[in-house]
C-alpha cells in the first residue's frame, strides 16, 4: 500500500483530481486505481483526473483520465485548474501544458485563469448539429439532442447576441456541470454558423465561462478553486 498526495479543484462545478509526478515518478496507476479513486462514494470523486509529468520542453505534460477510467485529448477546466496549480507552486505568471496532440498556454487573467486551448475545427455541419474537433471530438447541437457515445455532446438551449445555455454530457462521464472544452466548441459551431468570431459568454449549469479568440486559438477564461487535498491509500 502506497500513499498517494493528491489536490482536488473545480471549475464552475467540473472537478478534478490532480496527480503531480514533476518531482519524482507516480506509482504505476491501474484502470482499477483510476475508477477507484474517481468515484463518487468510495473514493475522492471527480470528472477527471490529469496527472502532470516531466516534458522536455514545456512545464509539464498532462495525461488526462476520465471517471471510467478511458483517456481524453483535452479538457479546458481541467487544464485551467493545473495552470493555476503550477502558476502558484512554480511562482511563474503563464505555464505550457503538452496535450496528446498540442501543446497550450495558460495564464492569470485578473481573478480568472485564461487557458489558449489552440485549434477548433469544424468537421461536419448539419442542419441540427456541428462536429467540431478540439484535441477530442465534439458534437453540438441546436435542435433535439440525439445520444452519440463517441462524442462530447453539447445542447444548446438558448442563444442570444454574446450568450448562449447549454446543457454538457462527457463521454466516459455523463452529464456534467461544465465543460471547458465543450464550452470552446460551442461557441466554434456558433461562429461557424453566423461566420462570425466574437466574444460568447457560455452558461452551463454549474458556472459560466468567457470563449474568444480565434478558430486558430481558441481563448477560454473562467474561475477555479482549490476544493481540498490530501492523500489517497493506493492499495
Request: aromatic fraction near 6%; charge should be negative; include cysteine.
Amino acid at each position: 500500500m502506497k500513499l498517494l498526495s493528491f489536490v482536488k479543484m473545480q471549475a464552475q462545478g467540473n472537478d478534478f483530481i490532480i496527480l503531480d509526478g514533476l518531482l519524482s515518478p507516480l506509482p504505476r496507476l491501474s484502470h482499477q486505481h483510476i475508477i477507484a479513486m474517481c468515484h463518487r462514494h468510495t473514493g475522492i470523486g471527480c470528472d477527471q483526473m490529469l496527472v502532470l509529468s516531466k516534458h522536455e520542453s514545456a512545464t509539464a505534460q498532462v495525461t488526462i483520465y476520465n471517471a471510467d477510467g478511458s483517456t481524453a485529448a483535452n479538457c479546458g477546466n481541467g487544464l485551467r485548474c493545473v495552470g493555476d496549480y503550477l502558476m502558484n507552486k512554480l511562482a511563474l505568471s503563464q505555464v505550457s501544458l503538452a496535450l496528446q496532440d498540442r501543446w497550450v498556454k495558460a495564464k492569470r487573467v485578473g481573478d480568472a485563469i485564461e487557458v489558449d486551448m489552440g485549434k477548433a475545427i469544424v468537421e461536419v455541419d448539419t442542419q441540427d448539429y456541428v462536429d467540431i474537433h478540439i484535441g477530442n471530438p465534439h458534437r453540438v447541437f441546436f435542435a433535439d439532442y440525439i445520444a452519440n457515445p463517441d462524442k462530447n455532446v453539447e445542447i444548446i438551449s438558448e442563444h442570444r447576441k454574446e450568450q448562449a445555455v447549454i446543457r454538457i454530457f462527457e463521454r466516459g462521464v455523463g452529464e456534467t456541470l461544465a465543460c471547458g472544452s465543450g464550452a470552446c466548441a460551442t461557441a466554434a459551431a456558433i461562429w461557424s454558423r453566423a461566420k462570425l468570431v466574437a466574444p460568447l459568454t457560455i452558461h452551463m449549469p454549474g458556472g459560466s465561462v468567457e470563449v474568444s479568440g480565434t478558430m486558430d486559438h481558441i481563448l477560454l477564461r473562467g474561475s477555479v478553486a482549490i476544493v481540498f487535498s490530501g492523500e489517497y491509500l493506493l492499495s
